[in-house]
């Protein structure tokens, strides 16, 4: 969404990091292994390791080692709400300038009302975010689980895509 030539996008990293939460959300019976997801969603393997443990370091996810480990949601879906995990994984949300940590070039700071429009629009996107769980997001489970291919009889090996 471009508004004011500003570019709204969350990071590769927080699209990753949300698509992984999902994925174990909806696998939630058992371990989920990167290279089963990185497979499933077509992602790099490396990519995704990075984003899974940004995802452990915050608490957000388990990691288990060995041969027979992955990783599984650290608490209940229900617990996660996405605003939190937003603001957790991004590390710039200024929509302009003016409204970031550093000193602004822009002459028309503090005589406009641009900052304070920005900011309220990122104040209401994030409050929309709060009130959106994980588990909101996959209540849609039969399709999310089609979609992964899970329970199908291919759950670990994915023997049909492998």
């Known amino acids: ?22 994925s174990l959300a909806v696998m939630e019976e058992r ?4 290279e089963e997801l990185a497979t499933r969603h077509g ?3 490396n990519h995704l390791m990075k984003v899974a443990q940004t995802l452990v370091s915050l608490g957000y996810v388990t990691g288990v080692r060995g041969r027979t480990g992955g990783l ?23 929509l302009v300038e003016c409204l970031g ?13 641009l900052t304070r429009t920005m900011g309220r629009a990122r104040e209401a996107f994030f409050a929309s975010l709060d009130e959106v769980t994980l588990a ?7 399709l999310l689980r089609q979609r992964l291919g899970v329970g199908n009889g291919n759950e670990r090996g994915l023997a049909a895509t492998a």
């Open 72 to 94: 599984k949601l650290a608490k209940p879906a229900s617990a996660i709400r996405m605003g939190e995990v937003v603001r957790a994984l991004e590390d710039d949300t200024a």
């Open 101 to 113: 940590d550093g000193p602004t070039t822009c002459i028309l700071s503090g005589a406009c009302l």
């Open 31 to 34: 371990l989920v292994t990167i």
């Open 136 to 142: 909101d997001l996959v209540a849609p489970r039969i």
């Open 43 to 45: 992602l790099s393997r």
């Open 1 to 22: 969404m471009h508004l004011f030539g500003v570019r709204m996008k969350l990071t590769s990293h927080t699209d990753f990091a949300l698509r992984l939460l999902m």
